[in-house]
């Protein structure tokens, strides 16, 4: 690992993106799961070639279905005297890559662990490795009526090489931001189909990790973030003196309100609508977006904070119609379940179609944000 990486604390896969720059590089290799299509023979990104294990049909079921070789530099040890948590995000190097594989092409992924080490015994081809190495459990998936329909579908590993790349030039602080919201969009995908609730909450929770680094890179002042986000706070403070208010929005910058950052990050990186989409009345009204996305994370905060579900309707797979693509949001005037009634207004899309909005929102801020905040690293082929 070169003394940059060595130096300056980001996630392990960033800092190990130079391990190919010395001579004291290993070899390994790790396994992926997934259960959508994957077509590419393989695709060369820094450290590491992915390799397509062309598993078989059917389509759907979670199979062995890439091989990761990366070259790993030498590690740093940490230092056990001081508390140190900033880049901590509950999984390891295999986990981090997995999980912006997931994010990168919309599928389920999962890291099973390490199969091959090139540093025992030093054999030329490499020592088979097990100990390691534990296939991922996926709750059954309900084919007929999926959560999260189009999930498995085909996709390109050389699809991932814009994105990676701008992962391995990205400031350590971004890049920490970027597994961290990869790793719950993971999470989210993987219990979709088993728990929905929980599906809801971490995606929210994926965007708003990229929603509090896209607010905290703004230029505008803290009096000017807060009169933007906090426009009643805002207008308290143009009741005051210039100081006053200048030292008040000073330390109120960082608390500015959490659906507010939560919404306008949304609106920035809004995607276009789907290119397929049901008839006109099941569409999501993109020129509604601003309230929609606030009653989502309406809901997640009464889920974290009062332990009130999401409405049950957005708890149920998309109900098709006709032949064409499933619906985006529940259709009828209201819905029930039990002594429980939520009118339309109170529901704003299906779960599939925020999957939608959140992943395309988040590979569009790992885009913009690596490039702003790029490092000297060279950029990798």
């Keep these: 690992m070169t003394a940059r990486s060595q130096e300056i604390r980001g996630p392990l896969s960033w800092r190990n993106w130079d391990a190919t720059a010395g001579d004291s590089h ?17 695709a060369a990104i820094g450290p590491m070639s992915i ?31 001081r508390r140190y948590t900033a880049t901590y995000h509950g999984g390891g190097i295999f986990d981090e890559i997995a999980s912006l594989i997931s994010l990168a092409l919309g599928i389920r992924c999962k890291s099973g662990g390490m199969t091959r080490r090139w540093d025992i015994k030093q054999d030329p081809l ?8 534990k296939p991922p459990y996926l709750p059954l998936v309900d084919r007929r009526r999926p959560m999260l329909p189009g999930i498995t579908q085909t996709v390109l590993l050389d699809d991932i090489g814009p994105l990676f ?40 929770s994926a965007a708003e990790v990229a929603a509090e680094q896209h607010t905290a890179l703004r230029t505008e002042s803290p009096r000017e973030r807060i009169e933007e986000l906090w426009p009643e706070m805002g207008a308290a403070l143009n009741t005051i003196s210039e100081q006053t208010a200048f030292e008040i929005a000073e330390l109120l910058a960082h608390l500015v309100k959490s659906t507010s950052k939560f919404v306008n990050f949304f609106l920035h990186y809004l995607p276009d609508p ?17 309230r929609k996305i606030s009653k989502v994370y309406e809901y997640r905060s009464k889920a974290l904070h009062s332990g009130t579900p999401f409405p049950a309707p ?14 985006e949001v529940p259709f009828g005037i209201s819905a029930s379940d039990g002594t429980s009634v939520w009118m339309s207004g109170d529901l704003p899309m299906h779960l599939h179609i ?14 913009q944000v690596s490039k702003r905040n790029e490092t000297a690293r060279p950029q990798s082929t």
């Design 26 to 42: 290993t070899l390994g290799e790790f396994a992926l799961y997934a259960d959508a299509h994957i077509t590419g023979e393989q």
């Design 51 to 81: 390799l397509n294990t062309i598993p078989g049909f059917p389509e759907g079921d979670l199979r062995l279905s890439m091989i990761v070789r990366m070259s790993f530099g030498a590690v740093s040890i940490p230092d056990m005297a």
């Design 126 to 133: 490499g020592h088979p490795y097990e100990f390691d190495h």
């Design 165 to 204: 790349n701008a992962y391995s030039n990205a400031a350590p602080d971004v890049a920490t931001a970027i597994v961290r919201a990869a790793r719950l969009y993971q999470q989210a995908l993987w219990t979709a189909e088993s728990d929905p609730n929980q599906a809801w909450i971490l995606f929210v």
């Design 274 to 290: 789907p290119l397929q989409r049901p008839s006109e009345d099941l569409q999501l009204d993109w020129s509604r977006m601003k």
């Design 314 to 327: 957005l708890l149920q797979p998309p109900i098709k119609v006709d032949d064409g693509p499933p619906p």
């Design 354 to 367: 925020f999957e939608y909005l959140t992943r395309k929102a988040l590979q569009s801020w790992w885009l």
